[in-house]
């Protein structure tokens, strides 16, 4: 096949669109902080549930996979299961060969670049199974963090060649397959693990042994049918997954349940607010617009709890319309804490490092939640047994 000079100019014209997006976002989310905010909060655990230890996803937009890999060591731990770090960029390379044929198959109608849905890891689970991360790591020699910006905007100018051409070759996956390999190295066919051998079809199901179908995703959006499965309609949806309908406030009942009963949620959401701050790990929804505040306020948006405002269905729905909301990451809940006040916040493990306040945790009011959920994926038993009937599951 010959790789023309448009690939090259399509991996210029991407890399800073699509590789470089989630290190600016982490940036511009740097910028959202207070010097004193650790002081002003006090915060008292309520339910902290097993999960592993805080990785970074570096230069990459693989958060989905961290954080849904992450909620799959936890459903390791309830199970009472060793845990093991389940390799991110296995699950992420498979992801991206499915996303390329859907495209290629598309005729190039649809978002390409990292991104991905939570639901993604149960897909690729069952399909390509799973290896542990110390098996595959897809870093090159001498590499300690993920970096995707020469790899993807290739990977896409590929994939863009290949669904403009009037007759797309067979032998066109082989060529981005192998563009992915020299990247980031070849999966092993077989591999040991605490003395046995496996390969990722036998490892997933004798080691890790979820079943990919008791798990469920759920949103709430007002303007479709409420406990009836919907297609969410956003660019990482590639797979055109459906997604059941809930109100409002049920979002955080459901996560309230779950932890209750001990299991984690998967959670995508909206993270470009000016009150998620990584820095000071924290995020809420504010009683006053931010372009209503003065510098005074501003500057204090986080040394302490604040009032916040009550968040409709209607302002939830406007508000993902007119792209104020926009499905940014993918992070993972694993408890809940209150504040002096006695506010409740979840706690998210974030896929960062552990270069924040709390060490690469957060701490999000059940406000933000409501209004900046996209997504979430939890086990069906996590439900109660009204919302299991409601939904039909």
């Known amino acids: 096949m010959n790789w023309s000079k448009s690939i090259f ?32 909060f006090k915060f008292t655990e309520v339910i902290n549930l097993g999960n592993t230890s805080i990785k970074d996803q570096g230069s990459s937009g693989t958060c989905w996979s961290y954080s849904g890999n992450s909620f799959l060591e936890s459903e390791m731990i309830r199970m009472g299961k060793q845990p093991v770090e389940i390799s991110q960029i296995y699950t992420a390379r498979n992801t991206y060969i499915e996303k390329a044929k859907n495209f290629v198959r598309l005729h190039g109608d649809q978002a390409q670049g990292d991104g991905g849905q939570l639901h993604d890891v149960l897909t690729i689970f069952k399909k390509y199974g799973a290896v542990p991360r110390e098996v595959y790591t897809g870093l090159p020699d001498g590499q300690t963090r993920n970096n995707f910006g020469e790899m993807s905007p290739l990977l896409q100018g590929i994939t863009e060649n290949v669904a403009k051409s ?5 032998d066109w996956l082989k060529a981005f397959t ?4 020299s990247y980031l190295g070849e999966v092993p066919e077989t591999f040991q693990y605490n003395g046995k051998s496996y390969n990722p079809r036998t490892f997933a199901d004798q080691v890790i ?5 008791d798990y469920i995703g759920i949103s709430s959006f007002d303007e479709h049918a409420y406990y009836k499965p919907f297609v969410l309609l956003i660019p990482d949806n590639w797979s055109f997954e459906s997604f ?9 009942d459901i996560i309230d349940n ?6 984690t949620v998967a959670w995508a959401t909206d993270v470009s607010e000016k009150t998620f701050s990584w820095k000071n790990g924290v995020a809420f929804v504010p009683e006053k617009p931010i372009e209503q505040m003065n510098k005074e306020e501003v500057d204090n948006l986080f040394n302490g709890p604040k009032t916040e405002a009550n968040i409709t269905a209607a302002q939830r729905q406007e508000a993902f319309d007119n792209y104020s909301t926009t499905d940014d990451h993918g992070m993972h809940i694993v408890g809940l804490v209150k504040d002096q006040n006695g506010k409740e916040y979840y706690i998210v493990k974030n896929s960062w490092g552990a270069s924040n306040d709390y060490k690469g945790y957060m701490y999000a009011t059940k406000e933000f939640v409501r209004y900046k959920t996209i997504s979430l994926l939890l086990h069906k038993k996590a439900l109660t047994k009204n919302m299991q009937k409601q939904l039909g599951v």
């Open 258 to 263: 779950a932890l209750e009963n001990g299991y």
């Open 178 to 181: 192998a563009a992915m390999d």
């Open 9 to 40: 100019f399509a991996a210029a014209l991407f890399a800073v669109t699509q590789t470089q997006a989630q290190d600016n976002l982490i940036n511009a989310l740097k910028g959202n902080a207070s010097d004193n905010s650790k002081e002003g």
């Open 166 to 170: 009037k007759k797309p070759s067979k």
């Open 244 to 252: 059941y309908n809930v109100k409002i406030n049920d979002l955080t």
């Open 209 to 213: 042994g979820i079943n990919p179908s």
